[in-house]
C-alpha cells in the first residue's frame, strides 16, 4: 500500500495505482478531469494532457518534486507522494492552455452537435477553460466521410483522443479502423473506406468524448436533454445486456452503455442491443437513472424518492458511494 | 390597530334620519362622481385604428429570423425551450438535404417549431438563450382568437417573410452588433 495525499487529502491506495485513480477513490473537486483516459481500454490515456498534476513531492525516499508537471493518468503513485491539483496556480493555468489548444480546431457547432448536454468537452471548457480565444486562422476542415449506416464520423469535432481506437483494438475482433497521417492533419479512419460492421464497433460511441462519433440512428432525433434515461437490462448472448435507455415519451430513441459519475462505460454493449433493439418490450426496466443535479439533463427529470433520501444521507454521513448505480453527469 | 390610510369609516348601526331616508343627496353624489368621469381623459384606446408608443424594451409575439441570405437561422438546438420557464416551446429538428442551402444555414433545421402563445410569459429568456440570434420577441401583439389551438404558433406565423423582413436591431445590445461586425467569425458569415 502506499500512502498519497492530494490537494492536502491523505489516501492509501494499492501499489502501482495511477494519481487519478487515487484521486477518483478520494472524490469531489480535486479529481483532475480526464479526456482520453478510459479505465476498461488498455493503454488509454497519455495523449490531451487535461489531467496534469504537480508533484511537490516525488514519495518518502525520494522527497524532491517533479520538475514538471505530470500526466496523472499515467503516473503511479509512490509512498508518501504529495500532489497538487486545484491547489496549485501552475495546474491551473497550464489546464485553461490545455483546453485552448483542444477548442483551437474544435468547431463550436454545440446547437448542431448530438454530443451537446453530455460532451466532456463542454463541461472541460466551462470548468477549466478561458472566456475567449486567441486562435485567428480557418479551424481544420476534413472531406466528408461516410462510415457506414450506424456510426456518423465527424471528423472537424475529433480531438484524437484515441479512445476510439483502443476500442477497435481491444474489442474488436479485427482492428479497422486507425488513426491516418500525422500531427495537425491527422484523423481517425477506416482503413481503406471499410465500414465498420463488427460485433462490438457501436461502443466507439460511447467511448468518444465528443460529438466525433454519434450515433445515426439518433441523429438530430431530440436534444438529450428532452430525452429521459432509465437503467434496462435484457438477455443477451454477445453482451451483458446491461444498458441505458434514452426515452422521449414512450419511445426509446437510444441505446446506451451506462455511463458512470467519470463517463466511462464499464460494461460494453453489442450493437444489436445498441441498434436493434428499440422497443419497450425488448427491455426489462430497473429504475430512472440518477442524474447529476448540475447536469442539463436533469431538467423536468424526476427520481424516485427512495433514491434520492438514500443520497442526501449518505451525503450526511459521508459515506463513500455505492458503486452499483452509475452517475451520469 | 393603527390604521395605515386614515381613509376607514367606522360603520355604525345608529337609526337613520329623515333626510338620509329619502336616499336622494347619497344617489346624487354618486350621480356626480359619475357624470364628473364623463369628462376626464379616457384609459383605454380603440385599438387597432389607434396603437399606442411602445417602450423601446417592450417583449411582444415573438420572430424567427433569416439570415441575410433568406436562410432560416434556427437550427433546433433547444436552448430556448430549455430557457423557458413556462415551457411553451416544442420543435422536431431535421437535416438539411442538398439543394437546401439557402433555405436552412446550417446542416439541421427546424422542421417543425411551436410556441403556446397561452402559455408564454413573454420574458424573453428564449432570446437570451438562443446562440444563433434566431428568435427576437418584437413589438408586435399576439392576436386575440376565439380557438384555443389558434394560439400555438408555428414556423408559418413566426419566421419572418423574405418580402417583410421584420427590424431587430433595437432587441440587440451594442456588444452584439460589435461583435457581428467581426467577419473572421463562422458565427457571422
Redesign the interface.
Known amino acids: 500500500m502506499a500512502k498519497v495525499t492530494i490537494d492536502g487529502q491523505t489516501i492509501e491506495v494499492p501499489e502501482g495505482t495511477s494519481i487519478l485513480n487515487a484521486a477518483r477513490m478520494i472524490g469531489g473537486e480535486i479529481v483532475p478531469p480526464a479526456m482520453c483516459y478510459y479505465t476498461s481500454l488498455e493503454t488509454s490515456g497519455g495523449y490531451c494532457r487535461t489531467c496534469m498534476v504537480k508533484v511537490v513531492k516525488g514519495s518518502e525516499k525520494d522527497p524532491r518534486p517533479m520538475p514538471k508537471l505530470v500526466a496523472s493518468c499515467r503516473q503511479p503513485v509512490m509512498d508518501g507522494m504529495e500532489v497538487q491539483n486545484i491547489t496549485s496556480p501552475e495546474v491551473i493555468e497550464a489546464r485553461a492552455g490545455v483546453v485552448e489548444f483542444l477548442l483551437m480546431n474544435h468547431p463550436l457547432d454545440c446547437p448542431i452537435c448530438d454530443q451537446a448536454g453530455e460532451c466532456n468537452l463542454q463541461d472541460l471548457g466551462y470548468e477549466h477553460g478561458k472566456d475567449g480565444t486567441r486562435y485567428e486562422f480557418e479551424r481544420r476542415e476534413f472531406e466528408k466521410k461516410d462510415i457506414g449506416d450506424k456510426i456518423q464520423l465527424h471528423m472537424t469535432r475529433c480531438i484524437l483522443c484515441y479512445r476510439c481506437v483502443k476500442v477497435a483494438d481491444q474489442l474488436c475482433p479485427s482492428r479497422v479502423h486507425g488513426v491516418m497521417n500525422r500531427g495537425d492533419v491527422s484523423e481517425i479512419s477506416t482503413y481503406i473506406e471499410k465500414a465498420i460492421d463488427n460485433e462490438m464497433s457501436g461502443n466507439m460511441i460511447d467511448v468518444c468524448p465528443v460529438g466525433a462519433l454519434t450515433d445515426k440512428t439518433f441523429r438530430f432525433k431530440s436534444r438529450v436533454w428532452f430525452t429521459k434515461p432509465v437503467e434496462a437490462h435484457r438477455n443477451c448472448t454477445k453482451c451483458s445486456g446491461n444498458v441505458r435507455l434514452w426515452f422521449k415519451g414512450a419511445d426509446v430513441l437510444r441505446v446506451t452503455g451506462r455511463k458512470d459519475e467519470w463517463g466511462e462505460v464499464k460494461e460494453f454493449i453489442c450493437n444489436e442491443c445498441r441498434y436493434d433493439k428499440k422497443s419497450v418490450s425488448d427491455w426489462v426496466i430497473e429504475q430512472p437513472t440518477h442524474v447529476d443535479r448540475h447536469s442539463v439533463i436533469s431538467q423536468n427529470h424526476y427520481e424516485n424518492l427512495k433514491q434520492m433520501k438514500l443520497d442526501t444521507q449518505r451525503i450526511k454521513a459521508k459515506l463513500p458511494e455505492k458503486k452499483t448505480n452509475g452517475n451520469t453527469k | 390597530m393603527q390604521s395605515l390610510t386614515n381613509r376607514k369609516k367606522v360603520v355604525g348601526k345608529k337609526e337613520m334620519t329623515w333626510v338620509e331616508k329619502l336616499y336622494l343627496p347619497a344617489i346624487l353624489g354618486g350621480m356626480r362622481i359619475t357624470l364628473k368621469h364623463f369628462f376626464t381623459k379616457k384609459a383605454t384606446i380603440s385599438y387597432p385604428e389607434q396603437k399606442r408608443e411602445f417602450s423601446q424594451i417592450y417583449r411582444g409575439m415573438h420572430v424567427l429570423k433569416r439570415d441575410e441570405k433568406g436562410a432560416e437561422r434556427c437550427?433546433?438546438?433547444?436552448?430556448c425551450?430549455?430557457a423557458c420557464p413556462a415551457?411553451a416551446i416544442t420543435m422536431v429538428?431535421?437535416?438539411r438535404k442538398k439543394g437546401e442551402e439557402n433555405l436552412y444555414r446550417?446542416?439541421?433545421y427546424a422542421a417543425t417549431y411551436e410556441i403556446n402563445m397561452l402559455r408564454c410569459i413573454f420574458c424573453g429568456d428564449c432570446e437570451d438563450a438562443c446562440?444563433?440570434e434566431s428568435i427576437f420577441l418584437t413589438d408586435r401583439i399576439v392576436p386575440s382568437d376565439f380557438e384555443r389551438n389558434e394560439f400555438v404558433y408555428g414556423k408559418d406565423k413566426l419566421v419572418e417573410t423574405l418580402e417583410n423582413p421584420i427590424d431587430v436591431s433595437i432587441r440587440q445590445t451594442p456588444e452584439v452588433l460589435e461583435f457581428k461586425k467581426n467577419k473572421?467569425l463562422?458565427?457571422n458569415r
Do not use: D, W
Open positions: 437550427t433546433a438546438c433547444g436552448l425551450a430549455v415551457e429538428a431535421a437535416e446550417e446542416e439541421k446562440p444563433k473572421k463562422t458565427h
